[in-house]
């Protein structure tokens, strides 16, 4: 696993992004494998791989400089073209395009910067990278979040909110598809686990899950991508469901694996007696139940 996250982070940045994102691939399967074993050390060098890809604060120096070059190059060949010809270089548009033409040509040229908007710029990370890392984090996380941690669990869900209100553009749709997929698995994990009596001793809490949801309202109802809406949407109906259902006992508690209410404090009283009165039975000194006086007609 070590060597599948190295080459995956890839730090003395030899391999393209090709290769980079098959060994995503890769980690991806080793963790679907591993399941609820996927914990301790392993879980731990994984997710911090992870979140410092997916982060915004990757830096590549050597991508930068060839990003440096390659740009230098272009520079000076347009330049070179623009003397040859004695005008500027166009991009070949007569003007005399018809209205579907120009439509097809528009949609080309938006598909076209989104994905140029997907390569590395000024040596960041490449928005692809950083979709991966993120998707498999939120695998991760739905596959065993005791495993991962809270620490991690709770930075992998801030950094979702922040890509989500702070990186609007086209083409970085994907990243925020990614992230509000994290936070549905997210929602899905502690469901998992309050259905099957599993105490994470850590949560979301009511506050946290309202801020939550409004910012994926907002989301919802002004993001420039379709599927980011659709998902949003998705997300706080899940996680308006989890709040209901949090409130109600599991079928754990219902059958007696997770202890329940016990004796009152402070009441010789125990819940569990007879339920026509109220489900309580009222206690002597010894803690046995006292007889019960009914009134007979």
Request: proline share 3%; net charge negative.
């Amino acid at each position: 696993m070590q060597e599948l996250l190295e080459n995956y982070m890839d730090s003395q940045e030899r391999l393209s992004t090709d290769v980079r994102l098959r060994f995503g691939e890769a980690i991806l399967q080793v963790i679907e494998r591993l399941g609820e074993t996927f914990s301790g050390e392993v879980a731990e060098s994984a997710g911090e791989t992870l979140l410092s890809i997916a982060g915004r604060r990757g830096h590549r120096p050597k991508t930068m400089a060839k990003q440096a070059r390659d740009q230098r190059l272009a520079d000076l060949k347009r330049r070179k073209a623009e003397a040859a010809s004695g005008m500027d270089v166009d991009d070949g548009d007569d003007g005399d395009e018809g209205g579907g033409l120009a439509e097809d040509k528009a949609n080309n040229d938006l598909l076209a910067s989104i994905l140029q908007g997907w390569e590395s710029k000024r040596g960041s990370e490449d928005i692809r990278m950083r979709t991966s890392a993120l998707s498999i984090f939120g695998s991760a996380v739905e596959a065993n979040i005791m495993g991962v941690g809270p620490t991690l669990v709770s930075a992998g869900v801030d950094l979702s909110i922040n890509i989500l209100t702070m990186e609007p553009g086209l083409e970085t749709g994907i990243l925020r598809r990614a992230a509000v997929l994290l936070i549905l698995g997210f929602a899905r994990a502690l469901e998992k686990a309050r259905s099957a009596g599993q105490r994470l001793g850590f949560g979301l809490t009511e506050q946290s899950r309202q801020e939550m949801q409004t910012t994926l309202n907002y989301v919802a109802g002004t993001d420039n991508d379709g599927l980011v809406q659709q998902h949003a949407r998705d997300v706080v109906e899940s996680l308006e469901h989890w709040g209901m259902r949090s409130l109600l006992p599991t079928e754990a508690e219902r059958d007696g694996a997770v202890p329940g209410l016990g004796r009152l404090s402070g009441l010789r009283v125990s819940p569990g007696g007879d339920q026509s009165q109220g489900g309580l039975r009222i206690l002597d000194d010894q803690g046995k139940p006292r007889p019960r006086i009914e009134e007979i007609e």
